[in-house]
């Protein structure tokens, strides 16, 4: 029996489906290539210089006030490491991955689409008030059951907030590898000064020696000695030299610029040892332990993976399906409403709960041995500083002992009383005392740097210190892109 609604004809249902389609269509995303040409990202990367007037704007508004010059002819540590910050395309790299989780975000959130089917049916004999074409319609609309949505939302949340502390992680790796590279560099240049005025004292000394060997003052063994000594220092300014081109290249590469860059550049280190009492102390290592960067990364990881465990037990409950359809079929216009429901007999998701529970221990595991090693770097680092301070003191003894050998000397040599062999022996005997100082220091200076990356907090004057934790902390956005979108 017809209920006098008149069947919908196919020529008319089509162009309304054509329609609608084109509507949704026109709302999606379209597609924009970026074509990459290596030849130029390479003559971008080789043109970087310090003299660049985007670095002079970042690092005077990371410092908080204006360069007195520009470019800067002394770079010391602190502007190094902001031009690090600028130019390091490890960190690049860290933030786009921190983008494409926070993406995954809007993902998260995406509801099931409803799916329309749409199924003309042709009859060869139909009823003469009928015509030849018989639609159908089926609509399917997903339901996510049990909380699935929000847990899932969850876990890219805090995947992203792990991105997001791996990005101050990798700041922190830029800086570590600029300062050692730094140091290396500083310590190869002094080596290198030392060794030039050590070789030069000796070559005074060889001088005198073969005219007292002609006199027959000196045995011929103590001018071979000396020979071979200042054949050693020779060799050791050699290597001195080479890993002050070496470390100076690595410089370069810990700031992301080519080497020409620091071609008149004056990369400047400060040797004077900083007060570390405030790196040293158990409130310094229990914050460590809480806030590192990387600590606050596995956190977040430990959160995703319990958000995802939290989702597979979601998933053992089966998400609904709603049909509405409608059906004309012989002047009979039928409705109809179904339920689909998924029956969890086989398979209640046992084995990816179990992976996702394992994966919740293997994250915690990571935590709490990361914490381990983060203690572990603080001890070694105490111990070290501490072993490099008693160092210092003895050697500074030395040195202070060796500097009044030298003004007796000079003064018996004024008096007549002593050769020039002597005072210049005692000069060689201080310069060696000068060098034992400064492996003291530079000892004391790697122990303060492993300490400085162990607990996350560079030594320096308060205001530079400030402004690296800030750009530190900002480093998620990248000066260079923003300038250039």
């Given at each position: ?97 921190w983008k494409v989780a926070t993406a995954g975000i809007r993902t998260a959130r995406a509801r099931p689409n409803p799916s329309l089917s749409l199924v003309p049916d042709y ?75 050590l070789i030069g004292l000796e070559e005074g000394a060889t001088r005198l020696e073969q005219g007292e060997l002609a006199a027959g003052a000196v045995a011929g063994s103590d ?122 007999i086989l398979n209640q998701n046992q084995g990816p709960i179990a992976e996702a529970a394992a994966r919740r221990s293997e994250a915690a595991a990571k935590l709490i041995a ?116």
């Amino acid at each position: 029996m017809s209920l006098g609604i008149k069947p919908p004809k196919i020529g008319r249902m089509l162009p309304s489906a054509v329609v609608t389609c084109a509507v949704v269509i026109g709302g999606c995303a379209h597609y924009t290539p970026k074509p990459l040409v290596p030849a130029q990202t390479a003559i971008a990367l080789e043109s970087r210089t310090l003299s660049d007037p985007g670095l002079r704007s970042y690092i005077e508004t990371s410092l908080g006030h204006p360069l007195a010059e520009w470019p800067v002819k002394t770079w010391d540590l602190e502007l190094l490491t902001l031009a690090a910050f600028y130019y390091s395309p490890v960190l690049d790299v860290a933030r786009t991955h921190w983008k494409v989780a926070t993406a995954g975000i809007r993902t998260a959130r995406a509801r099931p689409n409803p799916s329309l089917s749409l199924v003309p049916d042709y009859s060869t004999n139909p009823p003469l008030d009928v015509g030849h074409w018989m639609p159908s319609i089926a609509l399917d609309v997903p339901l996510e059951t049990a909380g699935k949505r929000a847990d899932r939302i969850l876990e890219a949340r805090e995947l992203a907030e792990a991105a997001r502390w791996e990005v101050i992680s990798t700041a922190w790796d830029v800086r570590r590898k600029l300062t050692r590279a730094f140091l290396d560099y500083s310590v190869a240049r002094r080596r290198t000064q030392l060794l030039e005025s050590l070789i030069g004292l000796e070559e005074g000394a060889t001088r005198l020696e073969q005219g007292e060997l002609a006199a027959g003052a000196v045995a011929g063994s103590d001018l071979t000695a000396l020979r071979v000594q200042t054949a050693k220092d020779r060799l050791g300014l050699q290597n001195a030299r080479a890993d002050l081109v070496e470390a100076r290249a690595r410089c370069a590469d810990a700031l992301g610029v080519p080497l020409r860059a620091l071609r008149g550049a004056e990369l400047s280190y400060d040797f004077h040892p900083p007060d570390a009492t405030a790196l040293s102390d158990m409130g310094a290592r229990r914050r460590a332990l809480r806030s590192r960067s990387d600590v606050m990364e596995a956190l977040a990881r430990y959160e995703a993976a319990q958000a995802a465990l939290q989702l597979e037990v979601a998933r053992q409950y089966p998400d609904l399906h709603l049909g509405p359809g409608y059906a004309w079929n012989e002047g009979e216009n039928m409705w109809s409403l179904g339920l689909t429901l998924e029956l969890p007999i086989l398979n209640q998701n046992q084995g990816p709960i179990a992976e996702a529970a394992a994966r919740r221990s293997e994250a915690a595991a990571k935590l709490i041995a990361l914490q381990a090693k983060v203690i572990h770097e603080v001890d070694s680092g105490v111990s070290a500083l501490n072993a490099a301070k008693a160092s210092s003191m003895a050697a500074q003894a030395l040195l202070v002992a060796q500097r009044q050998s030298v003004n007796a000397m000079e003064s018996q040599h004024n008096a007549g009383a002593v050769g020039a062999l002597g005072v210049i022996a005692a000069r060689i005997d201080l310069i060696n005392a000068e060098n034992l100082v400064f492996a003291a220091d530079v000892k004391q200076q790697r122990a303060l740097r492993v300490l400085e990356d162990a607990l996350q907090r560079p030594l320096g004057s308060e205001g530079d210190a400030r402004a690296i934790v800030l750009q530190i902390q900002s480093t998620q956005r990248s000066p260079r892109r923003e300038a250039a979108e």
